[in-house]
């Protein structure tokens, strides 16, 4: 149950980016240009879209998406804008539609395919070549859209990267395996619970706090008994295929040691009484435990306000005989709750003259400067 | 009862503004600079200040302007401003003095005409020549006013354009004959009802949204039925002198179509049973039906938020009387909540990179267009 | 009990600054670095700090500054961020430590005179160089602390100015005489209430209010009853070391003039039934009367808001003994409500076109100029 040896690691303070990354407004819209609207995000879950005409309406950057399954069962995503003068097709969070999107402004009206399908005198439109107006080119505009995960991920780029290589490459370079995620099947699991945090801080500050374990004897007396060795501080990311391990008299990661639900059927002894946590950016982190999957989605909204939503994931075994979840629940939501604080915390003093410079990272904290030059990179690309 | 023929227009979609003219704040400047406190401005229902010394307090662009009753019975217009150290003089909307403006301040006083009266030790005052001060060049800041169909136009520009031109002009411009509006009467009539909106949408959404009626067949069901040619679309504003006609079986301008009141004294045949709407740029929309005027005035207060004052005017007969007007305000109340509903839901998506370039017009809009040209010049003019 | 001469002064108005001193946002921020985070700045009444270990803390300019009394009974001021990655160690606006100032998210922690004491795996810690951190470099970072009068002045300057020229400097020149704040012994007194104070107003209307009294008669009624010369409009504080003397009928400083307490043991004849107001620049007033003084702390937190604090202190025997202070306090609590309305009253219109070139000043407020020409100066000081 001991923490791994450290590697040699290099045991020199190291810098932080300068505070004016987490207050300066300019700074976030590049980053919403560079980052939450180039690369995938990870945008809802799917299940939460279970018959055609079902839509989901989701702040992605600055740009309002609509999440729609079709007629086919196939998941789209489309800008929520008409064509026509620019109303918002659906301002409800969530909904349901019989066979069409209508605008209800005009009733120009558009398939869960997108396409422009209807629209009062449509006969006698025509565009600027005379010729009756293309179906597909006045139809919504498309998003991208995969699924994995159970989760609907989209990207607003006009040429989205790689979905392989960024966001199951950051998963299989985390757990050293790429069959390690699939045993979780976490595309067939359900959703026991969600809940929805508005934290008043950058959204970078939520990725560098989960990155590092060096706060979890101070701030997570509950996670810590769960797991001892992140007493010491260590980061459970540090360590690809290292998941950290249950303490000796625990049953069960759950908010008192208590036993919680069986393993999950592909999970397997190497993963069996192990926490896995995995930071897929630039808004995922996955935990995974023997019984039950914790993920999480951040929504920037400003440069200083991120809407956090967790879901708790089980098997429909656990979910169709109603048993109680709450107290693997209360486990990761009191670690929440003790980090959204934290972070908190730390945003107001971003502006402060003594972090102009910023602070400095502890050794255990080292990886979270490779977070910070991968976003430099990200805003250099964007001046360039 | 048939709509007029369509004349022969120009069929292909046109392009509108794009989105950043109504997202962008500096955009929103230049409106206030070049349009609100440069043209002719609709400020306040003169009979709102009945007695000499009655006051109302009117925001006009940036500027806070106090429309005051004179001791002779004429409006005056001033900034609402002291000269000595710049207190605001009323900071109620509305209220009634009984001989003079003085400052809480300090108390500076200025006489119903604007003139400084007194000031403490006002003997003792001296301009930079060492003369006494001047009452006149002390007193209030004048902004010049005119009166027309019973409201109180300001303009804040120091040498106003022509009211006859620019308010008029469009008035006999849209009726095709001067004479018609004033057979309504409409600075004899009395409020029946005023009802003040607070809308989150840009002021020019509203006006486009009010010069065009291919909306009308979606979202006005009651109007449409006391005037079928509307679920056409086809703009009541687009012909020259055409009034929309009253449906068959239709009595009179009201929520259900039943009877209104008699017509006023001076509509004649030709404009009875018929609705004209007319728009008088920057921020007035006139409405006349036989028996009554609806009168909008829309006071932008920022690139997102314009409040709209409307007013629903009568005859001293139906006012006095008592008579129950609730059948017509609520029509042109609905018709005003879905138009404002409809603005609402398109302010959000005018950031959408969707809407770079802005959106479309069908060809029963394209007289918006014309509306964006003059907006262009507007600003063109402001920045040469 | 006459007011004394006017000596002979110019008659003539004279200019104001210009509006958007007052509203510009840029301005505000060079306020800020200029002035409140370059000069003394009184932060806290050092009696509210009792026992090693309590800390408050407080705004100055844009920082959070964290005053603490160590455990040599001493006072120190500190930035209130942890050197490690930043985060605010106290959010609360005042309390009591043990013995360390412990950062809640990682638990670096430091002891109450600012050096870092512990942090986990300190041991393992290293500086670039390779070498055990120092204590010192990474304690918190310090801010300039004096004490007087009782209160803790503060500076966030790299250098601060002297102390004694800009502080005591200008009481003494105010009141002619160095020896005079003295004799109040203000630094003994003790605190009998508390009144705070959201002002949404510029820092400097509040300031250039306090800097005359052509005001008084209109705002005033309960002080010029009991100052009657402030009814003639001078200003208390435009002679050096005149006092304004009570009414005849006046018994004391207080709301209807009746007794109130002993003077204080310094007072001599000479300020015996005598008002005294002081300006210490940027942002204290000082007022004196025989039995008690009342403080005013601003707090400038925007360009259109300023929290004031105001407290009035007491010789000991008034408050040991739980006597009544409402009579007193009453007093000076109405004069700043409505002070503080008239401020709020002006800030709305400095954006006014009519306040472009500011307004004027009257004779009795001409040395309101010469604290405009100061700040002017101050900002060019910043834009060298």
Not at 3 to 29: C, H, K, N, Q, W
Not at 216 to 227: D, F, G, Q, Y
Not at 330 to 341: S, Y
Not at 356 to 375: A, D, K, M, T
Request: glycine share 10%.
């Amino acid at each position: 149950m001991a923490a791994p040896e450290i590697p040699d690691i290099e045991s020199a303070l190291m810098p932080t980016l300068g505070g004016r990354y987490y207050t300066d407004p300019g700074i976030f819209v590049s980053e919403q240009e560079q980052i939450f609207e180039s690369m995938w995000f990870c945008a809802a879950r799917s299940s939460d879209l279970a018959n055609p005409g079902a839509f989901k309406k989701v702040t992605v950057g600055r740009e309002s998406v609509l999440i729609v399954r079709g007629r086919d069962g196939g998941l789209r995503a489309f800008l929520n804008i008409c064509r026509h003068r620019g109303a918002m097709l659906c301002t409800e969070d969530s909904g349901q539609v019989r066979r069409n999107l209508q605008c209800p402004y005009h009733a120009w009206t558009y398939g869960l395919d997108g396409r422009l399908v209807a629209a009062p005198n449509m006969a006698a439109l025509k565009d600027a070549a005379g010729r009756d107006i293309d179906r597909q080119e006045y139809g919504l505009v498309s998003v991208a859209l995969r699924e994995w995960l159970g989760y609907a991920w989209v990207c607003l780029a006009d040429t989205p990267p790689s979905f392989g290589n960024e966001v199951i490459g950051a998963v299989t370079e985390r757990l050293g395996d790429a069959s390690v995620i699939d045993r979780y099947e976490i595309g067939s699991l359900e959703v026991g619970r969600r809940i929805t945090y508005d934290v008043a801080a950058n959204w970078k500050l939520i990725i560098e706090n989960f990155m590092e374990c060096y706060h979890c004897a101070t701030i997570h007396p509950e996670l810590t008994e769960v797991l001892p060795e992140f007493a010491d501080g260590l980061a459970a990311q540090y360590f690809v295929g290292h998941g950290a391990a249950f303490g000796d008299g625990v049953d069960g990661f759950t908010v008192d040691g208590g036993a919680g639900f069986d393993a999950l059927p592909g999970v397997t002894e190497a993963e069996d009484r192990k926490y896995y946590a995995i930071t897929v950016r630039p808004q995922i982190f996955i935990n995974l435990v023997p019984d039950h999957v914790i993920f999480h989605r951040m929504y920037p909204l400003s440069v200083d306000r991120t809407i956090v939503e967790c879901d708790w994931l089980y098997s429909r075994d656990v979910t169709e005989f109603g048993r109680d979840v709450s107290h693997s629940v209360e486990l990761f939501h009191r670690v929440n709750q003790q980090d959204f604080d934290a972070c908190e915390r730390t945003q107001p003093t971003m502006s402060s003259k003594a972090y102009r410079n910023g602070g400095v990272l502890v050794p255990s904290e080292h990886h979270i400067g490779e977070f910070h030059s991968w976003l430099l990179d990200k805003l250099t690309e964007g001046a360039r």
